[in-house]
């Protein structure tokens, strides 16, 4: 007897009795997993995620024959044997023709159930947009035109697709328990907050996980790489490939999942596939408010500085306290980018800075 409580998401997606509920849709099953749910409040994300994979992925179960069938194909061998027999003039039909009928059959029964184990052994194989969006019911922007189309999407989130750019998404987006976009091309994304239903973008390979923040993706089928650009809040990223004979769970995915802040953007990287981190090549600032008008400091605090910095742009800057407390810095930042500001507050107290992967390191000595 199955325990589906103890299930995670690749374990449904394997599983025959949830294949077949997701695409045979019966009275049933149905009866059955809305009342398994009921009891199972909290697998309600891992089921919806996995039907999600079985849908995109289209799994479908194909039946070993039935018993009558089998022997069907069996009687269809055996008049072909004695009819082969009456024109060649054969008379050894026993045993070897009994072992003969038996391969036959045992080799298309073998067919069907390879056919079904390949099925499922190729569900990450291809994630193309049509392939996606092929079997389902969906609502279908197109930009074909020369300058960006707003969007408004039936949950309140809005979308600036850009041209030679297309999404799809469901008539009931709000109403499902996770909100799912299809893209193909590059997009702005500016998400409605709702934490009891999770807004992901799909495109090509990889998946963009929110709850409420703004970015913008970028995948194009011509593209080698995918981008995701995150302006604010947070997002998950996740790839789609990994093959069922792999097991994965809700839980391991979410630790393999790579998280992305504001200034943050991620690369991936098709052929490879695997994911490349790092900031923005101009960096904005996000908190406008805590920056003074003009960002002239006369003997300030380095450090009350760097923490604004840190703040304005949603960036980990690292250095070592004790180290810096003592020092002061005197400059105009005002209408500078985020490393011009750096080189200037670097430059005044002798000190050098790097980025490495997301993040930015000070290194610096004891000010005088």
Known sequence: MKDYRLYEVMDFVEDGDF?????????EDNLFWNEWLSK????????????SIVEASEIRPVPVPAEEEIDEQVMN??????????????????RKTWLLAAACVVLLAGVCVTGYYNTKNEVFDSYTYTQQTGAKKLIEQVNTSGKSLNISLPDGSTVVLSTNSRISYAIGLNDSMTR?????????????KNPQKPFRVFTNEIVTKVLGTSFTVRSFERDKTIKVIVRTGKVNVYSQTTKSNKKETANSRKFEGIILTPNQQITYIKQDKKFEKELLEKPQIIAPEIIPQSMVFTDAKLLDVLELLKKAYGINIMYDADILKGCTITADLTDESLYRKLDLICAAIDAKYEVIDSEIFIEATACK
Do not use: M, Q
């Open 19 to 27: 294949i077949r509920w997701v695409y045979k849709n019966n009275e």
């Open 40 to 51: 199972n409040p909290e697998k309600l994300l891992t089921v919806t995620e996995a039907r």
């Open 77 to 94: 061998v055996l008049n072909a044997i004695r009819i082969e027999k009456k024109i060649t003039g054969h008379k050894n039909f026993g």
């Open 180 to 192: 799912d976009v299809y893209l193909s091309g590059e997009a702005f994304f500016e998400v409605k």
